[in-house]
Structure formats: structure tokens, C-alpha cells
């Protein structure tokens, strides 16, 4: 059990990487920003166990004293780093890989008070590690640059105040990308639905302002989320989501994506000029979560709360780009656990408040191959994957090792957490460097999941 930690300054503790020096080059089996290496839920690592023990994989350590808050650890040059609610203030901290032991953390001001009462306890930001720095966004918007060797604050900029952002009923969500020298985020202001900062100074590179919501299809038919009155984030002002962007490559041009409260959307790498959107995967009622994926000139997007999930093929037009639908499938309707698209095929929990099930379709298509909802044995949670298998994380608390399979729910393991919290296990599992992550609040649960 590590130490809790401290607050209202930087606390450097002595660790070997301290001692030794920081290294800039990160591992290719690190997990360092939100869904891993490429933004997709998906670790390069090889070597991990294919089926674990009867009572799963051994404990390798548990850490406490993070906070509160759903917020997913990034792992990268041996280091821990993640966020959470201390004290009424928002912390990011860094721990030792090697013994989960408090290298430092760094206070970035007070706890929004948020009204929703879902996953208020904390920041659900996993901090973004590139090179020298990471970034990491509270749940009220502060945005800030810090040195990864001691937590030290390099610059800061507020989404709110410097953007003319709204903070969305469930705060700010979001994990900053990285790109080249860029760094991109959602305030979701009219006129900056999305920025383009320079890393390194905060100073502002370009505002992107995104298109309106194009009018529902006739005749749809839209339900507000159970036990909620609708309308969240249809206003003015209020395209930020709790989704994080992803960077890709089209036809020669470089896109950030995003899916937020009211459309997925693509924006020009060069001056955040909306390319293209497409619609159908927003929900009515502007709570968007799930980080859009890209495939071979295609972008899967989806939501829960009468929504669903669709495929769109971008097409070069001219001198621009448009999304042709390909396929939408009311059935996959991810509410906040992610997806993941592999050998043809995309697994996901379908289902929102009501809950839900683990579900896997043809890529393709969209055609339900099979879903978990009648045998229950996966019900809705969050995933990820790694060397030929999906972890996935019940919202119980409940972690599985599936098989993918086409034709049929193939499960090689699982195990329940000890000491569960009476929370939502919302926080996703991390894989890296031959260990699992699970984390429920204040609390770090490391599995050794190598086959050594």
C-alpha cells in the first residue's frame, strides 16, 4: 500500500528515475495517454496471459490515496500518472511503476462543484505524457501543461474564461491530444467548439467553429434519458461533450475528429477548418462519450440514449470532404465504455442507463453477430484490448478476459476486485508493460497479467 498523497505544493519523492535521470523515449508497450499508444483502446504488448487462474491473474499491488474520480491512469518511462479529487482540489499526480510509491503532486485549484451527482468525485482526465511534459484537464477546465520530472506547472490556460467555453452538466471529460506541436481540446464555445494550441506555451495556433446540428430525420422520435428530463447541451455554446478527439490521415490531409454534444465532426490540422459531419451517432440530448475510432478511410462513432452507432466513409469531393453513411445500427448504443474494432469486427456495450451488454457486429455491415443481453453474462462496461484478447471491465466492477470470436462469447477468465466502492466501476482498464490496471476511487489495483 503506498502512501497518500500530499497537497498545496509539488511533493518530489526520491525514486530511481529520480535519481537516474529522466528519460524522453517512451516504451512501445506503455499505455501513455487516454486509450493507449494510438487512441483506440489497444496495447502493442505481447507475451500476456491467454486465460487466467480460477481466481484470476495474481496481485501485484494495490495503491491508495488517488482521490476520487473515474479518471483512467496513463502509464509511460516508468511512471504512474493519473488525477483525482483531494481535498476539494483537483490533483495531478505521478507514481513509481516499479512500487507504486508517490513521486509528486501537483494541486491545479478547486474542486468544480458539479450539480449532476454521476461521477462528481473527480476528474475523469487521464493526463497526456509527451516527451518532457503532460497535460491534463480538470473537470471545471482548467487546462495545464506540467514537467513530467516534478509535476512543476509550465503554463495554464482555462477553457471557461480563455475560450468562452460551458462547462457540460457532467464537467469536463476530456483528455488533451497531442500532435506535433499542437495540442487540441473541446471548450465548446460558438466560436470555439474546438482550439489548436501550441504545446509548449499554451499560446492559441487557431479556434475551429463547428456547424450547426443538421435537423433530426422526419419522423424520428427522440426519448429522454431514464429517470431525466431531456435537453442537455442544446444550447448556445454548448457542443463540448465528455468524448476526446482522435488525429488521422486522409487523402493526404492531416484531421482531428471529434464526436460532440451535437455532431461528429472532422477539422483541418492546418487551421481547424470543419471538413466534414456527420450526425446520426450524437444523441438528442447532447451526452456523447465514446472516443470515435478510424479505419481505412472510415470513422465508427456512437452513443447511447436512443442513438446508436454508425460507420461513415469519407469521400474526397472536390476540395473538400464529406461522410457517407455506410452502415447505423441502433444496437450499438455505447454509452461511456468504448469500443473496439478487430479482425472484421467491433465489440462494444450496447446500452445506456437502463444498462446493457457486451455485443460484437460485422464491421462491414453492422450486422449483430451476437449479444450478451439475454445470458448476461457481460453486462455493460468499459474495454480494451491486448495480444489477442478484450479486457473488459463490467460497471460492477467485475473484470473479464474474452476471446474475440465472430460466432460466438468466448470467455477465458475473470474476477471480481476486492473492496469495491458503491460506485460505478466507470474508470477504463489500462494494459502496459506486462500489468493491468484497475482503478475504483482512491484506489490502484495492479494484476501481474504476463505469462512469466
Not at 16 to 29: D, E, H, L, R
Not at 44 to 61: M, S, V, Y
Not at 425 to 433: K, Q
Request: with cysteine; proline share 6%.
Amino acid at each position: 500500500m503506498s502512501p497518500p498523497i500530499g497537497l498545496k505544493k509539488v511533493v518530489v519523492w526520491l525514486s530511481v528515475a529520480a535519481v537516474c535521470g529522466w528519460s524522453s523515449v517512451a516504451s512501445a508497450i506503455d499505455w501513455p495517454q487516454w486509450q493507449g499508444p494510438d487512441r483506440n483502446a489497444m496495447s502493442k504488448e505481447k507475451g500476456l496471459l491467454q486465460e487466467w487462474p480460477t481466481d484470476g491473474p495474481p496481485l501485484a499491488r494495490k495503491i491508495t490515496g488517488l482521490g476520487g474520480g473515474d479518471s483512467a491512469p496513463a502509464i509511460a518511462k516508468g511512471r504512474i500518472f493519473g488525477m483525482g479529487g483531494i481535498a476539494d482540489e483537483d490533483v495531478v499526480w505521478a507514481l513509481s511503476e516499479a512500487d507504486g510509491k508517490q513521486i509528486w503532486a501537483t494541486p491545479l485549484g478547486a474542486l468544480y462543484e458539479q450539480r449532476m451527482p454521476q461521477s462528481k468525485d473527480g476528474p475523469g482526465c487521464t493526463p497526456t505524457v509527451d516527451g518532457d511534459h503532460l497535460y491534463a484537464l480538470t473537470m471545471g477546465g482548467q487546462l495545464a501543461c506540467l514537467k513530467v520530472a516534478d509535476g512543476s506547472i509550465v503554463w495554464q490556460k482555462n477553457l471557461v474564461s480563455d475560450f468562452g467555453g460551458r462547462v457540460p452538466p457532467w464537467s469536463y471529460r476530456e483528455s488533451p491530444l497531442i500532435d506535433g506541436d499542437k495540442l487540441i481540446c473541446t471548450p465548446g464555445a460558438e466560436d470555439a467548439t474546438m482550439v489548436a494550441l501550441n504545446k509548449l506555451t499554451g499560446d492559441l495556433i487557431w479556434k475551429s467553429k463547428a456547424p450547426e446540428r443538421a435537423a433530426a430525420a422526419a419522423g424520428a422520435k427522440e426519448e429522454a434519458p431514464k429517470g431525466r428530463r431531456g435537453g442537455f447541451n442544446r444550447g448556445p455554446g454548448s457542443t463540448a461533450a465528455y468524448s476526446s478527439p482522435i488525429a488521422i490521415d486522409f487523402e493526404g490531409q492531416r484531421q482531428y475528429v471529434q464526436l460532440t454534444a451535437k455532431t461528429l465532426l472532422g477539422v483541418a490540422a492546418a487551421d481547424g477548418a470543419v471538413l466534414w459531419k456527420y450526425d446520426k451517432p450524437a444523441n438528442g440530448f447532447g451526452i456523447t462519450c465514446t472516443t470515435p475510432l478510424y479505419m481505412d478511410g472510415h470513422v465508427l462513432a456512437s452513443s447511447a440514449y436512443g442513438a446508436g452507432g454508425g460507420l461513415a466513409r469519407l469521400v474526397k469531393e472536390g476540395s473538400g470532404v464529406k461522410a457517407e453513411e455506410v452502415w447505423f445500427q441502433k444496437r450499438l448504443q455505447n454509452h461511456h465504455g468504448g469500443v473496439i474494432v478487430w479482425d472484421g469486427c467491433v465489440y462494444g456495450a450496447n446500452g445506456g442507463n437502463e444498462g446493457g451488454a457486451l455485443i460484437c457486429l460485422d464491421v462491414k455491415t453492422g450486422e449483430v453477430l451476437w449479444d450478451q443481453r439475454s445470458e448476461r453474462k457481460a453486462p455493460k462496461g468499459s474495454i480494451a484490448f491486448a495480444d489477442g484478447r478484450l479486457y473488459y471491465r463490467t460497471e460492477d466492477g467485475t473484470v473479464l478476459l474474452i476471446e474475440p470470436s465472430r460466432t460466438e462469447y468466448v470467455e477465458r477468465g475473470r474476477f471480481e476486485q476486492p473492496d469495491r466502492t458503491n460506485l460505478p466501476a466507470w474508470s477504463h482498464p489500462v494494459i502496459a508493460n506486462g500489468k493491468l490496471y484497475v482503478r475504483d476511487q482512491d484506489t490502484m489495483y495492479c494484476y501481474d497479467v504476463s505469462k512469466k
